[in-house]
T-cell receptor, first 115, second 109 residues
């Protein structure tokens, strides 16, 4: 049981390049999330998904797109990378949410630098 | 949306209890309080959550005031491995968790 995995772990892009970050979970979770974390800051929600084929915007969605074609995978895309997108990206997943219980399981992070 | 206020940093001696406060004065009646921590460069880790009763698990205890406007996370016997940023979070919507800046806890040997 690998939990939540993220690919790649590190990446350096030039301004204007595109890339896709892959998040995979083997816990059969319904919900998946993408966060970014800048130095000295808490995590900010980019996009999330409440099930296969669904996506929704979080706090800071601009410049990113996502897709959830399979339940176990959640992809984060940068179509035209900008230096402001230099950050650490965390993926998380959680069980279907009943009234309140919402333990999120996080991946190890992807460190992205845009030059 | 409810928001939380935490001190930016705290120190605690190894072996002592670490008490991390959190204010959430605008919390709604059906919103839970969650605590996560983030050890350097790793993804956040769930610790505990509660509604209005005190809660305890193998990692920590959560004390919520009767008016629910504040809470305290207690690590009963802090070790150096507990050095981390601790986030107090109030669930603001059905399917989102909003992280603030948290409290950076330093465990002193």
């Amino acid at each position: 049981n690998a939990g939540v995995t993220q690919t790649p772990k590190f990446r350096v892009l030039k301004t204007g390049q595109s890339m896709t970050l892959l998040c995979a979970q083997d816990m059969n979770h319904e919900y998946m999330y993408w966060y970014r974390q800048d130095p000295g800051m808490g995590l900010r929600l980019i996009h999330y998904s409440v099930g296969e084929g669904t996506t929704a915007k979080g706090e800071v969605p601009d410049g990113y797109n996502v897709s959830r074609l399979k339940k176990q995978n959640f992809l984060l895309g940068l179509e035209s990378a900008a230096p402001s997108q230099t950050s650490v990206y965390f993926c998380a997943s959680s069980y279907f949410q009943v009234v309140a219980y919402n333990e999120q399981f996080f991946g190890p992070g992807t460190r992205l630098t845009v030059l | 949306d409810a928001k939380t206020t935490q001190p930016p940093s705290m120190d605690c001696a190894e072996g002592r209890a670490a008490n991390l406060p959190c204010n959430h004065s605008t919390i709604s009646g059906n919103e839970y309080v969650y605590w996560y921590r983030q050890i350097h460069s790793q993804g956040p880790q769930y610790i505990i959550h509660g509604l209005k009763n005190n809660e305890t698990n193998e990692m920590a205890s959560l004390i919520i005031t009767e008016d629910r406007k504040s809470s305290t996370l207690i690590l009963p016997h802090a070790t150096l491995r507990d050095t981390a940023v601790y986030y107090c979070i109030v669930r603001v919507r059905d399917d989102k968790i909003i992280f603030g800046k948290g409290t950076r806890l330093h465990i002193l040997p």
